[in-house]
């Protein structure tokens, strides 16, 4: 079992850039999928960006494809996501999440992922 916390959020000016933290307790950290999730109000949450177990292939919603990286030190049991060029629209809850048994074709829905943090706030604006 993983326990993600999240850390790093912020108010921040478009254009600015910000980095998260997700510091996940628990054994075999390595073989966890780790997924970026976001939730803006009164909006459904979504897929922001994964890295799919130990295999280092990542993968990112379009809206944020060039301006966002996911990265991972399983020596720290660390994820992180490096945010560029932050736009009004990127206001959002931000939630890591979790799983070790989901399947490739399912890495960019919630409800696959069993372990998710209580997240952290990220407002962009002038």
């Known amino acids: 079992q993983l326990q993600p916390v999240e850390s790093g959020g912020g108010l921040v000016q478009p254009g600015d850039s910000l980095r998260l933290s997700c510091a996940a307790s628990?054994?075999?950290?390595?073989?966890?999928?780790m997924a970026w999730f976001r939730q803006a109000p009164g909006k459904e949450r979504e897929f922001v960006a994964a890295?799919?177990?130990?295999?280092?292939?990542?993968y990112y919603a379009d809206s944020v494809k060039g301006r966002f990286t996911i990265s991972r030190d399983n020596a720290k049991n660390m994820v992180y996501l490096q945010m560029n060029s932050l736009k009004f629209e990127d206001t959002a809850v931000y939630y890591c999440?979790?799983?070790?048994?989901?399947?490739?074709?399912?890495?960019?829905?919630?409800?696959?992922?069993?372990?998710w943090g209580q997240g952290t706030q990220v407002t962009v604006s002038s």
């Open positions: 999440a979790a799983d070790r048994r989901l399947i490739l074709s399912s890495i960019a829905t919630a409800a696959s992922y069993d372990y």
């Open positions: 628990g054994p075999s950290f390595s073989a966890y999928t």
């Open positions: 890295l799919f177990r130990s295999y280092g292939r990542t």
